[in-house]
């Protein structure tokens, strides 16, 4: 059953794609949200927890931001490999996080608060430009 998304999330995924993000950016995150609505559906339990997901997610959205779509492949399976996770698992995971929209939309919400921690921290470590 397709759910609409709540206008909130709906605006900020516009403005997303609105901004002035490299191209590669643009395209890896069509690439993921293509992925998520193609993958396969289960009902089972998510094989990761909700936040280490959203961990994986955050470094994998943030790797990909400066590669090519097969780097991008190769990112994910470094990631993984860091957080002894499988890319079945993983898969499982963004399939059952699709499945239950509710249970998505709060990784999503963790997802953005790990890239505005990011975000914060390179702005303490870059030099100011007055």
């Not at 890319?87 to 499945?99: C, N």
Request: aromatic share 8%; charged share 25%.
């Amino acid at each position: 059953m397709n759910r609409p998304m709540p206008p909130s999330l709906r605006e900020k995924v516009i403005l997303i794609y609105r901004s002035p993000v490299s191209f590669r950016l643009s395209l890896t995150l069509s690439w993921t949200i293509l992925l998520l609505l193609t993958a396969c559906r289960s009902d089972s339990k998510s094989p990761l927890e909700p936040a280490l997901f959203a961990k994986i997610y955050t470094e994998v959205v943030v790797q990909s931001s400066d590669s090519t779509f097969a780097d991008s492949l190769g990112n994910l399976r470094t990631v993984l490999e860091r957080h002894n996770v499988s890319r079945e698992e993983f898969e499982a995971s963004q399939t059952f996080f699709q499945d239950h929209p509710e249970l998505w939309l709060d990784v999503f919400k963790d997802v953005e608060e790990n890239l505005k921690q990011l975000k914060t921290e390179r702005e303490k470590e870059s030099p100011s430009n007055p």
